[in-house]
């Protein structure tokens, strides 16, 4: 399955949000510096959808506030 994540790097709260079409809106206080926001988007998006973390993939968006995941189930 692909996830459809649109990130907010550096925020104050870490927060994720459902959008319309199963995409997710994920706030991190993380800095989009040395990949850091990247690596807790990625374990959040697996503690969403309840999956180990070695099961989510960052596919594309790497340097890119939109992002796509892979999940596998």
Same mark, same amino acid.
């Given at each position: 399955?692909?996830? *459809?994540?649109?990130?907010? %790097? =550096?925020? &104050?709260?870490?927060?994720? @949000? @459902?959008?319309? &079409? =199963?995409?997710?809106?994920?706030?991190?206080?993380?800095? +989009? @510096?040395?990949?850091? +926001?990247? /690596?807790?988007?990625? @374990?959040?998006? %697996? %503690? /969403?959808?309840?999956?180990?973390? +070695?099961?989510?993939?960052?596919? !594309? =968006? /790497?340097? !890119?506030? *939109? &992002?796509?995941? !892979?999940?596998? *189930?």
């Amino acid at each position: 399955m692909y996830v *459809s994540v649109r990130v907010v %790097a =550096g925020a &104050k709260k870490e927060l994720v @949000e @459902e959008l319309p &079409k =199963g995409r997710l809106k994920i706030w991190v206080k993380e800095p +989009a @510096e040395r990949n850091l +926001a990247n /690596h807790r988007v990625r @374990e959040l998006v %697996a %503690a /969403h959808l309840n999956l180990p973390l +070695a099961d989510v993939r960052l596919l !594309s =968006g /790497h340097t !890119s506030p *939109s &992002k796509i995941f !892979s999940a596998q *189930s």
